[in-house]
């Protein structure tokens, strides 16, 4: 039977049927992966391993010290990019007139985000570890991971910036606010979430990343006291006990503690954000 004879009742069913089918295979592969790495790592999580610190390069002992390293670069690379995704965002999508800047803005946004990330660890290298002299450091891994996360948090948040109703200002500006006002007590507060999702899904990526890190962040086996010290964050930690032949039991424990702690960031992030859309509605 020709597909052109079928009704469109049926065509919708079918399609249906396929988007069903294609989010049920989605989640499976989330599934099978999330579950194949935490049974793997599940034989050496232990809150020792998760407290104490590697022997023998991680041959034994713990990833605490990577656990630090990580939050270090990651919390870093929030403070940077978050302001400077938002912001750029806000004047595009509030103050900017189509022109020129933008597109320029724009495009240099998109050639960002596609870079491969072992091309902003050799400019992490040239330019914060060499030239300006910050050493191999979690401020320097912190900063490239910034220029990672800062085209995914722009783009997200000048989406969601511009998909606040424009009645909303027009209310605002009517009553008497300036633009600012508008802007600062309006427009972001509807976009949060939106904005919030941005910041995530740059964190995920910032947390997760080994190659953009590898050439800044050095890799000491020691627990970071200042950002100037040189660290081992648990995406580097995973790289060196897989590739290097170190232990792979290892490698699959320390994979576990990651996903279980983009898990925790995610659910209590959404969490979040689920209660300030119904704040911010009233109920």
Not at 116 to 139: A, D, E, R, Y
Not at 176 to 185: F, I, M
């Amino acid at each position: 039977m020709s597909f052109r004879l079928l009704s469109p009742k049926v065509y919708q069913k079918i399609m249906k049927i396929v988007f069903w089918i294609s989010g049920i295979i989605t989640i499976m592969i989330l599934l099978v992966i999330i579950g194949y790495i935490l049974f793997k790592g599940f034989e050496v999580l232990s809150l020792e391993f998760i407290f104490s610190a590697p022997i023998d390069s991680g041959r034994a002992g713990g990833i605490f010290p990577m656990i630090i390293s990580s939050l270090y670069v990651t919390l870093i690379s929030g403070l940077v990019a978050a302001p400077l995704g938002v912001g750029a965002a806000v004047y595009l999508a509030e103050y900017s007139e189509d022109g020129w800047i933008v597109k320029l803005i724009r495009f240099g946004a998109e050639t960002l985000a596609s870079i491969p990330s072992i091309v902003f660890g050799l400019f992490g290298l040239s330019f914060f570890v060499i030239f300006l002299g910050l050493g191999w450091s979690v401020l320097s891994g912190g900063l490239v991971l910034a220029l990672m996360a800062l085209p995914t948090i722009f783009k997200v948040a000048e989406v969601s910036i511009d998909a606040v109703p424009e009645s909303y200002r027009e209310g605002s500006l009517a009553l008497g606010a300036t633009k600012w006002e508008t802007v600062y007590r309006v427009v972001l507060p509807a976009a949060t979430p939106g904005i919030t999702t941005g910041v995530i899904l740059g964190m995920a990526r910032a947390i997760s990343e080994a190659a953009a890190i590898l050439f800044a962040v050095g890799a000491a086996l020691t627990i970071p006291v200042s950002i100037f010290d040189p660290g081992r964050p648990l995406p580097l930690h995973l790289y060196i006990l897989a590739t290097e032949g170190i232990s792979l039991e290892y490698a699959f424990g320390t994979a576990a503690v990651m996903v279980i702690i983009v898990l925790i960031i995610t659910v209590v992030t959404n969490n979040m954000v689920d209660r300030y859309q119904k704040k911010l509605m009233g109920r």
